[in-house]
């Protein structure tokens, strides 16, 4: 634990990093996990073996394995092997003052909150910039990527990447 963490009624387990500046507070850090520079970790439960480079990670539960770059995971269910990337939201609030509405047995159902995170299921990688909205549930296995009129396919001279697709037009 470097010397400029901050770290208040959290069990922190063996083996585990938590870089300058990082805050670990009312947390649980699973064995061998590593909390960068700077990450905020408030509330929530960080599974064994996770890597959290970047953000704020609060109310919410990574299983173990899972890696995140993105600026906020809040009230959030993240399985294990996950990938949360870069500029990936996992939106938690209905700015329209109504309730979250929730998918059970494939009905749609009041939560009854107007605040509640996103579930991603075990081996979901999100790439940069994907949005989840609040409530909703991304099934195991499923890897996302942003559309492709928000990807930059190729280069300014018009020549196409190796091992990148040309944008249709």
């Given at each position: 634990?470097?010397?400029?963490?901050?770290?208040?009624?959290?069990?922190?387990?063996?083996?585990?990093?938590?870089?300058?500046?990082?805050?670990?507070?009312?947390?649980?850090?699973?064995?061998?996990?590593?909390?960068?520079?700077?990450?905020?970790?408030?509330?929530?439960?960080?599974?064994?073996?996770?890597t959290i480079l970047n953000g704020h990670i609060l109310y919410s539960v990574l299983y173990p394995h899972s890696f995140s770059v993105a600026e906020m995971v809040s009230a959030s269910l993240v399985g294990r092997d996950t990938f949360v990337?870069?500029?990936?939201?996992?939106?938690?609030?209905?700015?329209?003052?109504?309730?979250?509405?929730?998918?059970?047995?494939?009905?749609?159902?009041?939560?009854?909150?107007?605040?509640?995170?996103?579930?991603?299921?075990?081996?979901?990688?999100?790439?940069?910039?994907?949005?989840?909205?609040?409530?909703?549930?991304?099934?195991?296995?499923?890897?996302?990527?942003?559309?492709?009129?928000?990807?930059?396919?190729?280069?300014?001279?018009?020549?196409?990447?190796?091992?990148?697709?040309?944008?249709?037009?």
């Amino acid at each position: 634990i470097h010397p400029t963490a901050y770290v208040e009624g959290s069990v922190i387990g063996d083996g585990v990093a938590v870089g300058a500046g990082a805050v670990v507070r009312e947390s649980v850090i699973g064995e061998g996990s590593f909390i960068g520079n700077g990450v905020i970790v408030e509330e929530s439960v960080v599974g064994e073996g996770s890597t959290i480079l970047n953000g704020h990670i609060l109310y919410s539960v990574l299983y173990p394995h899972s890696f995140s770059v993105a600026e906020m995971v809040s009230a959030s269910l993240v399985g294990r092997d996950t990938f949360v990337g870069l500029n990936s939201t996992l939106t938690d609030f209905r700015l329209d003052g109504k309730n979250v509405i929730v998918l059970r047995n494939g009905v749609a159902v009041d939560s009854g909150n107007t605040f509640l995170g996103s579930c991603l299921g075990h081996g979901v990688y999100l790439g940069s910039g994907c949005i989840v909205a609040p409530g909703r549930s991304v099934p195991c296995g499923l890897h996302l990527a942003a559309s492709k009129d928000k990807t930059i396919w190729e280069s300014s001279n018009g020549q196409v990447q190796k091992d990148f697709r040309l944008v249709e037009k």
